[in-house]
């Protein structure tokens, strides 16, 4: 979800690794020992929760986590909190980054030092406030000026215990003296609606004949504050909780005797600078982007350029191909324009070309696209993209059996535990990798067909190029389906959504010698028992029949390249896009039915969006946002979940939109509109309400009967709350939101991508002016290639110096772009509007550095 501005899209995104913890302070109890967990929190709104590690003070987490952020926010923070099964868990400590802050630690892993957690550390919201001075002529003539605080309203205030019943105080505070006013406590909500007034004398009373208009006493006006704190009511017998606070000096009404402004709520200054306790550290690495994006005409010239790279002689002076040249890592390059290419359907001819270009170049078949080169990096983000949903079908319910069942597969007898057999442990991990690999050679149909036309194309390049050589045209593409592909993601299955969480080790060691076994199984190399550097590993392939394994290995990789392969989207089956649990409102189907609000366990296909009371255990389907096939696999032993309570055709979801927080005072609703009635759902956090609205927006957006308008807010006491109008049937009074419809397995925004690679070419302009010159040599030059250049990969010197000053052209015309874009931004944006509250930190640096560039430019 983008942040609209005028004539621009903001998107923030962060992707983080949250590594391990560190001397956390022991338990006061026996064992010392904690159970902790981390949890990633936008201010404090929890989006992500990492496993429980028992039993250690120091924790090693390993987990990955990436989200778009669908809204403002002033901190990232991680808590970590003890588990406690008698009471509720306890926080341990946090780090609270900064936003303005996150760019500092940027892709780089950092020990960060926790810190405690209180009340005066959880300040989040902002104050809308209007201060007006005003003289007062007394019945004795006397001139006094009075000051009038206005609070009228405050947004985002933190929920404290599951409510917030916020009120504010409002004070008039000097060196000797101190009024404070109250406002009325607003019942269940943390955006209060207060719009209160409070009178203060600000000077005594003085001849009206010696006073000139406002022209009080200079030390008054210094000497004085308003300060304004907010505090949730609470009926516990500790005391309301404080929630943030602000001080403005007097003197702000120098200059008019009206001012008005938003602020961010500060922690409290109580003037006490206690020496933090060590509560250990956390190790994070924060990688956060901002992508602003255009609209679609100004990226024509870039993105012209970058689809025609696979139709030019030599690619490798195709804009493209140039991306990868300058880049520092080849993958920096491969994932905006993988994405922008599988967006316009150009990848599987640009991969073609550079694959093709790569065979050429190689000089042994056995080292075929062994290295990191550009083509290596586009197919495997092209396989990430494209065949997650092939994963979860293959190889889902097998791992969730492999974690749920814990059966010991060590075969390493240096490693085997007490009690443990070898023999047996060899039984039980050749059962699994049979399993797998049965599955996996089974796949072929259900193999995506972008990937069976690039495995095509890999093909043939390489038995042309290597024709003496029967096997190459299985290896090369050997290489990336077992090699890239399957053997990762059975290694590490939380990276691709095979498991939640990053899985414990001893399963974790299980799936370790799985994936050495699939891997040399799958690899066709002439002696697979010389390729493991481990006797044990050597010693358990002798259970393996080579030939048959071969075999099978041969017919499945015959089968995803083949060109006449079928293409699996004629198979009718349905595609599980999302599930999770939410809380909804019953929907009032019964006229006397309680329309209370309950857990409940949400899923969606391409065929229907359905609820039950617990979360079915089978394994039928498999998750994937993305989506995916389901499967006709069920694991034994386990109970069939129940039956749904309620099932929605997606043909009968005419919108689906956010619903106005006013409507139950609840936060992260959104109503899925049908027919005859609409289905409110709260989800758990903000990023979880975005994902489901993105998904059901797509997968309904073909309907025919979509509706254009919509109610922002319920239907409660017999009317409308957002027009008031009184019949349940009654025409919307807002227009929808959804936009075009989009690719529900592949969802990518053509302009975000050219917009991310525009920022990867200005950042490496220096890299693009040496290439320029690189090609002016060797036009020019004939001999020794000089080491300056000897970087870049230059086939054709002058068609690539062609193309280079097209890319230099259209990346400094953008570069304009934005920088009037920012020019403009900084004469229409006023600090202290509600977009830009007083306080913000972000926005004053972006003050900072704009009238350094506006000084400069003079």
Sequence with gaps: MAVEEEGLRVFQSVKIKIGEAKNLPSYPGPTKMRDCYCTVNLDQEEVFRTKIVEKSLCPFYGEDFYCEIPRSFRHLSFYIFDRDVFRRDSIIGKVAIRKEDLQKYHNRDTWFQLQHVDADSEVQGKVHLELRLSEVITDTGAVCHKLAARILECQGLPIVNGQCDPYATV??????????KKTKVKKKTNNPQ??????????????YSKKSHFDFEEEDVDKLEIRVDLWNASNLKFGDEFLGELRIPLKVLRQSSCYEAWYFLQPRDNGKNPKPDDLGSLRLNVVYTEDHVFSSNYYSPLRDLLLKSADVEPVSASAAHILGEVCREKQEAAVPLVRLLL?????????????????????????????????????DETMKLAGMHYLQVTLKPTIEEI????????????KLKDGENLENNMENLRQYVDRIFTVITKSGVSCPTVMCDIFFSLREAAAKR??????????????????????????????????????????????????????????????????????????????????????????????????????????????????????????????????????????????????????????GCVTLYSGTQASSHELPGLPHGDQPLCCIPIENILAVERLE???????????????????????????????????????????????????????????????????????GCSPCTGGLPANIQLDIDGDRETERIYSLFSSYMGKLEKMQEACGSKSVYDGP???????????????????????????????QEHAQHRRDKFKKTRYGSQEHPIGDKSFQNYIRQQSEVSTHSM
């Excluded at 207060?194 to 001849?207: A, K, L, M």
Aim: proline share 5%; net charge positive.
């Design 171 to 180: 004070t008039l505070a000097g060196p000797f003296r101190s009024e404070a």
């Design 194 to 207: 207060f719009d209160e007034v409070f009178y203060f004398e600000v000077t005594r009373p003085c001849s």
């Design 343 to 379: 967006h316009y359907g150009r990848v599987v001819p640009f991969i073609s070309a550079i694959a093709s270009a790569e065979v050429k170049r190689t000089q042994d078949p056995n080292t075929i696209f062994r290295g990191n080169s550009l083509a290596s990096k586009c197919i």
């Design 403 to 414: 974690c749920q069942s814990h059966r010991p597969c060590e075969i390493d007898p240096v």
């Design 466 to 619: 290597f024709q003496d050589d029967p096997d190459v045209r299985y290896t090369a593409v050997s290489s990336f389906i077992f090699l890239r592909f399957f053997a990762p993601a059975i290694l590490s299955p939380n990276l691709f959504q095979l498991t939640p969480h990053h899985t414990d080790p001893q399963t974790s060691r299980t799936l370790t010698l799985i994936s050495k076994t699939i891997q040399t199984l799958g690899s066709l190399s002439k002696s697979k028992s010389a390729s493991f550097k481990e006797s044990y590993m050597a010693t358990f392939y002798e259970f393996f029949n080579e030939q048959k394994y071969a075999d099978a290995v041969k017919n499945f990789l015959d089968l995803i390249s083949s060109s006449g392969r079928r293409d699996p989207r004629s198979i009718e089956q349905p595609i599980l896009l999302k599930e999770g649990f939410m809380i909804k409102r019953a929907q009032g189907r019964k006229r006397f039915g309680m329309k209370n609000f309950k857990k409940r366990w949400f899923r969606l296909t391409n065929h229907e969006f359905t609820y039950q009371k617990s979360k079915d255990t089978r394994a």
């Design 661 to 731: 927080e006013e409507s139950f005072r609840m936060k992260n609703m959104f109503q899925v509109i049908q027919p005859e009635r609409a289905l409110y759902i709260q989800a758990n956090n903000c990023v979880e309400a975005r994902d489901w609205i993105d998904v059901l927006t797509k997968v309904s957006q073909r309907n025919q009967q979509r509706l254009s308008v919509y109610h922002p807010s319920a239907y409660l006491n017999g009317h409308w709350l957002c027009c008031r109008a009184s019949s349940d049937t009654a025409a």
């Design 785 to 815: 290639e000089q080491e300056e250049y000897s970087t870049f990969l230059i086939d054709d010197p002058q068609e690539t110096y062609k193309t280079l000053k097209q890319v230099i052209t259209s990346v400094v015309a953008l570069e």
